[in-house]
């Protein structure tokens, strides 16, 4: 049950079906299953930072997969994007399926392979995906849990209630490669009837109780870390009332009643564990979902990164300050900064813009492609340097990106502009857009 890569041709993807469309669009706001206070987000802003829409999917009873795009995600609104419900997929029934974030769907077959998938039309629910599939390991069957946080980290709690690490990565493109240490033991005794991630090393469990449990791993990136002080802490309590309970990211959960009807929750406090929730949690955001098996949200659709990045809105570079922010240009202090925030090792950053497009080149994770909680670079001269950074905290279906940036007029300022990489856009803090890098273990 190593589940070690092996590269295999590539395999088609789900094909075009005629199957009916299934619209669980939102109709109304109900009571919680699970009693949380109110509280302030953690990071200080009344609201997650997520991508709009956040894609959610559910596999129909003749294997169709459905695409879903809620426009509430961030506050608990019961608003859906139009085409949702749209048949995006056939012939995913038999396998397990789970989301790897930022569109990437990863399913364990029958005879126990990984396969990686990627979905193109993950912001407008269109039929459309990268390739045909690929397969990305073997010996997967094992698991008795298998779920992702997100830019490739991988968990698999085995038979014995063993939790164990991995980090494709390879996850942007579909190749078959593997962090070293992959299939490492990280913990023990994970014996939840529901295991779930919110990114960040962000792990969530269900006991036999209906307790909701709080952890977070330390290194999602390198495998080489412990757990966060409160691992462990019970966040909720009557959560044995879902049948299926998943992530879109940032504290963003949500959960299948016994009715059919899909909840909305927000943890406040995903990096820290208390038990905080958000006002309004448990609204009733959709309807009929019990007809759907094993749905799953974007689990990066969300990011905490963002929220934090947000919560600094109008402030200057000495207040409350940014790593060397009062004493330099300091647009990437300020996305190094929210980085940290977040549990992102910057130990190959420095006080560059340019630094940033560097790190994307030199850990595979820079494209063409935002993701909320990515780092968007301006102006990069080709060799070392770059004229500005800023964090990227809302993806659009029209294709506007908004960014936070430090240093902008000397100060903490949001911006809604073209998200094309290669133009310098309308209402851009600086251009041309060079690209976009996502931090490892986000």
């Not at 769907?105 to 979905?119: C, K």
């Amino acid at each position: 049950m190593s589940g070690t890569a092996m590269p295999q041709a590539a395999r088609r993807v789900a094909t075009r079906t005629a199957a009916a469309l299934l619209s669980a669009a939102a109709l109304f706001a109900g009571s919680s299953f699970l009693a949380a206070p109110a509280a302030q987000a953690a990071a200080g802003v009344s609201s997650a930072s997520c991508s709009s829409p956040t894609a959610l999917y559910g596999i129909s009873s003749d294997g169709a997969l459905h695409w879903y795009g809620s426009t509430g995600a961030a506050t608990g609104a019961s608003t859906w994007a139009s085409g949702s419900g749209n048949t995006v997929g056939s012939s995913w029934n038999g396998l397990t399926v789970f989301s790897g974030g930022d569109g990437v769907v990863y399913a364990v077959h029958p005879d126990g392979t990984l396969w990686w998938y990627h979905h193109d039309g993950v912001l407008n629910g269109s039929f459309s995906w990268a390739n045909g599939g690929v397969q990305v390991g073997t010996g997967w069957g094992g698991f008795t849990h298998v779920f992702s946080g997100g830019k490739g980290v991988i968990y698999g709690v085995d038979t014995s209630g063993n939790l164990h690490w991995y980090r494709h990565t390879g996850y942007l493109d579909g190749t078959s490669s593997w962090a070293s240490g992959a299939g490492k033991t990280i913990g023990w005794s994970w014996d939840f009837s529901k295991v779930f991630a919110g990114g960040n090393g962000v792990i969530y469990g269900i006991d036999s109780s209906g307790a909701l449990h709080w952890y977070r791993y330390t290194d999602p990136a390198g495998g080489n870390g412990g757990w966060a002080s409160g691992a462990g802490n019970t966040v909720g309590t009557g959560w044995d009332g879902f049948s299926q309970v998943f992530s879109a990211g940032d504290g963003v959960i949500y959960g299948v009643g016994g009715d059919g009807n899909l909840h909305w929750y927000r943890h406040n406090d995903p990096m820290g564990g208390s038990w905080s929730w958000a006002s309004g949690a448990g609204t009733t955001v959709g309807w009929s979902w019990n007809g759907l098996a094993q749905p799953f949200a974007d689990v990066q659709g969300c990011s905490v990164i963002a929220d934090y990045a947000r919560s600094q809105l109008g402030h200057g570079p000495c207040s409350p300050g940014y790593l060397n922010s009062c004493s330099e240009d300091w647009c990437a202090d300020f996305a190094m900064w929210a980085w940290q925030q977040a549990g992102i090792s910057t130990s190959d950053l420095d006080a560059g813009a340019g630094s940033f497009y560097r790190y994307g080149r030199s850990k595979g994770t820079l494209s063409n492609t935002p993701h909320v909680g990515d780092a968007v670079v301006f102006g990069w001269d080709g060799s070392w340097n770059a004229k500005h950074v800023a964090i990227v905290t809302a993806v659009n279906a029209n294709g506007t990106i908004t960014s936070v940036g430090g240093n902008e007029s000397n100060s903490v300022r949001t911006d809604t502009y073209a998200s094309a990489v290669g133009g310098w856009p309308s209402g851009a803090p600086n251009g041309p857009i060079s690209g976009y890098v996502s931090p490892l273990g986000d």
